[in-house]
């Protein structure tokens, strides 16, 4: 039977829902559940309200759902906020001894002396293993599991906090089992299987391990953090260097050097980090030093809201960076593409000698989802330095070449040397301000893009084919648009979609194959300005209806899209 | 003037007949050959500025960044390439105004570079306005009424942070540069070499005479590895300007921490795909 079910666990900060959720969704993937998670920090009535969606399905799911069949309220709070979203037959899951729950018709409620339980356990603080094994006897799943998990997962605990853990677990599981053994739930069995559980931040990162990243540096910002603390955990192990900066401006001048010198480098940042880096990408530019900037999105201006999502910095990474130069620009949709995404991006910063931009947000960083597999070899690292012995002299550092590029070499390669320089320079890279010069220069950099076009893959098609109405998505909005036009297509609507990674340089041919004679287009984007939609007008010249906007700091879900969509259908 | 070496790059130099950028650009040629480097064993790194046109003047590689943004873009070769050997020349207001934040950090992490500041105490490039080494007084186009803010002493400010090497000289003074640059390459670490250098065509208070008539070398009864009395000499400008070397500290160089110096460069090392494999194992 297919099914598709939410499990919302919310308290407020530092009560451990990251632990009990971490718990449950290891082991429903292992047991070949598919999952897709998304992390909700709110700061809204009396301070912070943290909430975590598990959605549970049988099949491949890719956006968050706003209602929830399942509710575990570790506060007062949790109840209030999110009694609304709950669809019957839903359950409630609380401490029956601090928390109140008001009944209702298809509300079923689950209270369990968490903390007692914990307590008689050894310790308060094993409360989030009471709350894992309630929900393993709630959900139908094997309390071996959470055992097993409990005992490797928890191996830097000693010995007695392991026990502890465990016993508090079993204590909440048995509880459960001979309390509500007639609670109805909706989750169904799948066939066992071991799947993967990642997050974007890890697959950006393991990505950039992948195509070869030797340093990285950054300052901290909200939500790019998590792939720089990735890599850094790494780093010994492949022998990265990473490097926390004093700024974003040292960060990519940082990167830039290393760059020069030889080095893929890399840093992650954010909004406010990214206007920082602004002339620092511009020397990219200038002295076509190879560089992967990925920038997570948060929305702005200035400080915005550093824990929510956005896709406001489109405009910004296609222009950042005074002068003219090329560049590239990737959104990938999802985790699994943000992997494959980034080994391409550190290959074609190296291959182009352009900045390379990975732009993602909040959502696709904080969200994991579940996957078979990631195969590091199916888009393999490659190197454009000249080998070694292979450099022709003399070396011209910025020679004009037909194609644009110019070879690749690093510092005292065969006992040369060459100079990497921000002015207007000639092909030895020195100073000019001859007029031929600053021309070819200019010519030789733009030449380039030739050769960009053809790189990477167009836009994906998903959907009905010679469907009239096509939604466009970018970036992390992939999920729920995918998810919309399935149901769409469900209720017999002549629908598909169009997503873009590649989004620079644009796509221009393959995009008005694919949206001509279309009778309504609509881009769905995080974002006031529609700033997508713009683009895709100005490049193809193409008219499309009213974009749907969200610019609230959430992402979208399917409920959101159809409710623009049908009220502008009407 | 200019002995003849390796470094040597003839070529046309847009500064101005008498600058003491000449002087510093011979001595700092005369240093790596008398360390017997090789050109494409060093690498001369700057921002923007007369002072940062350097490494176009010299046979050696470089990178020619951003304003003040020199001492970043050293680091990023430094630890991509240990085994380069690394200098930075760059002016008073590249290094201790745009990019001052940096000349901090830079002697925290203390990433074994050379950093020769030629010190006008004026913005040669953009034609004489202050910079952060101006003297109290100093009227410029933009500082009509004389400078009052305070000047910057890049010197007690790296004292303060335990730098490897403090060192001031006089660009006029070649051969005592020549000596002071070689000793901060050899000294592990960052090295600061702040070189007093009259701009001819900006700067009418610091001029040749003016620096000459104060400045004095430091003799064999300076002990530079006390910190206390390095602060306070640091701290000396005036009547008299002491040069030598401030301050000596050995301390635990940036890389130390991760490379050793027979290792593998950054830029050579490939990475594993089976021990990528190995972090996607981790996620099951
Ligand atoms: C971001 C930025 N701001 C301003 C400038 C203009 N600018 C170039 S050099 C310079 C000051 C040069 O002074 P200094 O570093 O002391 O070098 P000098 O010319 O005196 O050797 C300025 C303000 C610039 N190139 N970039
Ligand atoms: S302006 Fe001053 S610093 Fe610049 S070259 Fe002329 S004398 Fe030297
Ligand atoms: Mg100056």
Redesign the interface.
């Given at each position: 039977m297919p099914f598709d079910f939410n499990i919302t666990i919310a308290g407020s900060a530092g009560q451990g829902l990251q632990t009990i959720a971490g718990i449950l969704t290891k082991v429903l993937?292992?047991n070949g559940y598919h999952l897709f998670t998304s992390q909700d920090y709110m700061s809204r009535i009396r301070g912070g309200h943290n909430f975590t969606n598990i959605r549970v399905s049988d099949k491949p799911v890719y956006a968050p759902t706003v209602s929830s069949q399942l509710l575990v309220a570790l506060d007062q709070e949790s109840v209030e906020v999110h009694y609304q979203s709950l669809t019957g037959p839903a359950i409630i899951v609380h401490d029956s001894d601090t928390i109140k729950v008001i009944k209702a018709r298809n509300i079923q409620v689950v209270a369990v002396p968490l903390a007692k339980l914990s307590n008689e356990s050894g310790s308060p603080v094993y409360i989030n293993s009471v709350a894992a094994g309630v929900l393993f006897s709630l959900l139908r799943l094997d309390l071996k599991d959470l055992v097993g998990f409990l005992e490797t997962r928890f191996e830097e605990k000693s010995p007695e906090q392991i026990k502890g853990n465990i016993n508090a677990a079993t204590k909440g599981f048995t509880y459960t089992s001979e309390n509500y053994q007639n609670i109805k739930t909706t989750i169904g069995t799948v066939r066992k299987k071991?799947?993967?559980?990642?997050n974007g931040a890890?697959s950006i990162a393991?990505g950039m391990?992948?195509g070869?990243?030797?340093?990285i540096?950054a300052y901290p910002m909200s939500p790019s953090t998590g792939i720089f603390i990735y890599i850094t955990g790494?780093a010994k192990?492949?022998?990265?260097?990473s490097?926390q900066?004093?700024?974003e401006?040292?960060?990519?001048?940082?990167?830039?050097?290393?760059?020069?010198?030889?080095?893929r480098?890399a840093v992650t940042t954010s909004g406010g980090g990214l206007s920082l880096m602004c002339?620092?990408i511009s020397?990219a530019g200038a002295?076509e030093i190879p560089v992967v900037i990925a920038n997570m999105q948060r929305p702005g201006p200035a400080t915005g809201s550093p824990t929510r999502t956005a896709q406001e910095d489109l405009d910004l990474v296609l222009n950042i960076g005074h002068g003219e130069f090329p560049r590239f620009v990737f959104a990938p949709g999802t985790a699994e593409e943000a992997f494959y995404t980034s080994i391409h991006a550190m290959n074609l910063a190296e291959k182009y000698q352009v900045p390379v931009f990975i732009l993602g947000d909040q959502h696709l960083v904080d969200s994991s989802i579940t996957l078979d597999?990631?195969n590091?070899?199916k888009v393999k690292?490659k190197s454009y330095m000249v080998k070694s012995g292979n450099l022709k002299k003399p070396y011209l550092r910025y020679k004009n070449t037909k194609s644009g590029v110019s070879p690749l070499a690093?510092?005292?390669q065969d006992?040369?040397?060459?100079?990497?320089?921000?002015?207007v320079h000639t092909e030895d890279?020195?100073?000019s301000e001859d007029m031929v010069v600053a021309e070819k220069l200019t010519e030789k950099r733009f030449r380039k893009i030739n050769d960009m076009k053809k790189e990477f893959y167009g836009p994906q098609y998903y959907g009905l084919q010679n469907a009239k109405t096509v939604l466009v998505s970018w970036g992390s909005t992939y999920g729920a648009v995918r998810e919309t036009i399935d149901y769409l297509l469900e209720k017999k609507k002549s629908v598909a979609m169009i997503h873009y990674n590649k989004i620079w340089p644009f796509p221009v041919e393959e995009s008005i194959r694919l949206l001509k004679s279309r009778k309504d287009i609509r881009v769905v984007e995080n974002n006031y300005q529609a700033q997508f939609n713009r683009l895709l007008k100005r490049e193809t010249r193409i008219d499309t209806g009213e974009p749907i906007l969200r610019y609230d700091g959430r992402p979208f879900d399917v409920r959101f899209i159809v409710k623009k969509f049908e009220k502008r259908q009407k | 003037m200019t002995k003849e070496n390796h470094f040597h790059y003839s070529?046309e130099r847009?500064w101005c007949p008498g600058c003491g950028d000449y002087s510093i650009l011979s001595s700092v040629e005369n240093a790596l050959a008398n360390l017997k480097k090789?050109?494409?064993?060093v690498?001369m790194?700057s921002g923007?500025g007369q002072a940062a046109?350097l490494?176009?003047y010299i046979?050696?590689?470089?990178?020619?960044?951003?304003h003040g943004?020199a001492?970043?873009?050293?680091?990023?070769?430094?630890?991509?390439?240990h085994?380069?050997m690394v200098l930075v020349t760059s002016g008073d207001g590249d290094i201790y105004g745009e990019g001052g934040?940096?000349f901090?950090?830079a002697i925290r992490r203390n990433i074994d570079i050379t950093l020769i500041v030629h010190n006008n105490q004026i913005y040669g490039l953009t034609k004489g306005q202050a910079s952060p080494t101006s003297d109290l007084g100093m009227v410029t186009k933009t500082q009509p009424d004389g400078v009052f803010t305070i000047p910057f002493n890049p010197l007690e400010m790296a004292v303060t942070l335990d730098a490897a090497f403090v060192a001031r000289s006089f660009s006029k003074d070649m051969a005592f540069t020549t000596k002071l640059i070689e000793e901060g390459i050899r000294t592990p670490g960052f090295s600061l070499i702040d070189v007093l250098q009259p701009c001819v065509s900006f700067n009418h208070v610091n001029t040749y005479k003016w620096y000459s008539d104060r400045v004095y070398q430091l003799d064999n009864s300076y002990d530079p590895t006390d910190k206390s009395k390095a602060y306070k000499k640091s701290s000396e400008w005036g009547d008299k300007i002491p040069i030598g070397v401030i301050f000596k500290n050995s301390r635990k160089t940036y890389l130390d921490n991760?490379i050793k110096h027979k290792d593998?460069p950054?830029?050579k090392?490939?990475?594993?795909?089976k021990?990528?494999?190995s972090?996607?194992n981790e996620?099951?």
């Amino acid at each position: 039977m297919p099914f598709d079910f939410n499990i919302t666990i919310a308290g407020s900060a530092g009560q451990g829902l990251q632990t009990i959720a971490g718990i449950l969704t290891k082991v429903l993937a292992r047991n070949g559940y598919h999952l897709f998670t998304s992390q909700d920090y709110m700061s809204r009535i009396r301070g912070g309200h943290n909430f975590t969606n598990i959605r549970v399905s049988d099949k491949p799911v890719y956006a968050p759902t706003v209602s929830s069949q399942l509710l575990v309220a570790l506060d007062q709070e949790s109840v209030e906020v999110h009694y609304q979203s709950l669809t019957g037959p839903a359950i409630i899951v609380h401490d029956s001894d601090t928390i109140k729950v008001i009944k209702a018709r298809n509300i079923q409620v689950v209270a369990v002396p968490l903390a007692k339980l914990s307590n008689e356990s050894g310790s308060p603080v094993y409360i989030n293993s009471v709350a894992a094994g309630v929900l393993f006897s709630l959900l139908r799943l094997d309390l071996k599991d959470l055992v097993g998990f409990l005992e490797t997962r928890f191996e830097e605990k000693s010995p007695e906090q392991i026990k502890g853990n465990i016993n508090a677990a079993t204590k909440g599981f048995t509880y459960t089992s001979e309390n509500y053994q007639n609670i109805k739930t909706t989750i169904g069995t799948v066939r066992k299987k071991n799947r993967m559980l990642i997050n974007g931040a890890e697959s950006i990162a393991i990505g950039m391990i992948a195509g070869g990243v030797r340093f990285i540096s950054a300052y901290p910002m909200s939500p790019s953090t998590g792939i720089f603390i990735y890599i850094t955990g790494k780093a010994k192990k492949f022998g990265i260097i990473s490097e926390q900066a004093e700024d974003e401006i040292a960060a990519c001048n940082m990167a830039l050097g290393a760059g020069a010198a030889g080095a893929r480098s890399a840093v992650t940042t954010s909004g406010g980090g990214l206007s920082l880096m602004c002339e620092g990408i511009s020397l990219a530019g200038a002295a076509e030093i190879p560089v992967v900037i990925a920038n997570m999105q948060r929305p702005g201006p200035a400080t915005g809201s550093p824990t929510r999502t956005a896709q406001e910095d489109l405009d910004l990474v296609l222009n950042i960076g005074h002068g003219e130069f090329p560049r590239f620009v990737f959104a990938p949709g999802t985790a699994e593409e943000a992997f494959y995404t980034s080994i391409h991006a550190m290959n074609l910063a190296e291959k182009y000698q352009v900045p390379v931009f990975i732009l993602g947000d909040q959502h696709l960083v904080d969200s994991s989802i579940t996957l078979d597999k990631l195969n590091p070899n199916k888009v393999k690292y490659k190197s454009y330095m000249v080998k070694s012995g292979n450099l022709k002299k003399p070396y011209l550092r910025y020679k004009n070449t037909k194609s644009g590029v110019s070879p690749l070499a690093y510092y005292g390669q065969d006992k040369v040397t060459f100079i990497v320089d921000s002015h207007v320079h000639t092909e030895d890279g020195h100073i000019s301000e001859d007029m031929v010069v600053a021309e070819k220069l200019t010519e030789k950099r733009f030449r380039k893009i030739n050769d960009m076009k053809k790189e990477f893959y167009g836009p994906q098609y998903y959907g009905l084919q010679n469907a009239k109405t096509v939604l466009v998505s970018w970036g992390s909005t992939y999920g729920a648009v995918r998810e919309t036009i399935d149901y769409l297509l469900e209720k017999k609507k002549s629908v598909a979609m169009i997503h873009y990674n590649k989004i620079w340089p644009f796509p221009v041919e393959e995009s008005i194959r694919l949206l001509k004679s279309r009778k309504d287009i609509r881009v769905v984007e995080n974002n006031y300005q529609a700033q997508f939609n713009r683009l895709l007008k100005r490049e193809t010249r193409i008219d499309t209806g009213e974009p749907i906007l969200r610019y609230d700091g959430r992402p979208f879900d399917v409920r959101f899209i159809v409710k623009k969509f049908e009220k502008r259908q009407k | 003037m200019t002995k003849e070496n390796h470094f040597h790059y003839s070529v046309e130099r847009a500064w101005c007949p008498g600058c003491g950028d000449y002087s510093i650009l011979s001595s700092v040629e005369n240093a790596l050959a008398n360390l017997k480097k090789k050109p494409h064993e060093v690498l001369m790194v700057s921002g923007i500025g007369q002072a940062a046109k350097l490494p176009h003047y010299i046979k050696a590689n470089g990178f020619d960044g951003l304003h003040g943004r020199a001492l970043p873009a050293a680091f990023g070769a430094k630890v991509a390439n240990h085994k380069l050997m690394v200098l930075v020349t760059s002016g008073d207001g590249d290094i201790y105004g745009e990019g001052g934040n940096h000349f901090i950090h830079a002697i925290r992490r203390n990433i074994d570079i050379t950093l020769i500041v030629h010190n006008n105490q004026i913005y040669g490039l953009t034609k004489g306005q202050a910079s952060p080494t101006s003297d109290l007084g100093m009227v410029t186009k933009t500082q009509p009424d004389g400078v009052f803010t305070i000047p910057f002493n890049p010197l007690e400010m790296a004292v303060t942070l335990d730098a490897a090497f403090v060192a001031r000289s006089f660009s006029k003074d070649m051969a005592f540069t020549t000596k002071l640059i070689e000793e901060g390459i050899r000294t592990p670490g960052f090295s600061l070499i702040d070189v007093l250098q009259p701009c001819v065509s900006f700067n009418h208070v610091n001029t040749y005479k003016w620096y000459s008539d104060r400045v004095y070398q430091l003799d064999n009864s300076y002990d530079p590895t006390d910190k206390s009395k390095a602060y306070k000499k640091s701290s000396e400008w005036g009547d008299k300007i002491p040069i030598g070397v401030i301050f000596k500290n050995s301390r635990k160089t940036y890389l130390d921490n991760f490379i050793k110096h027979k290792d593998l460069p950054l830029i050579k090392r490939k990475t594993n795909i089976k021990e990528v494999d190995s972090l996607i194992n981790e996620l099951y």
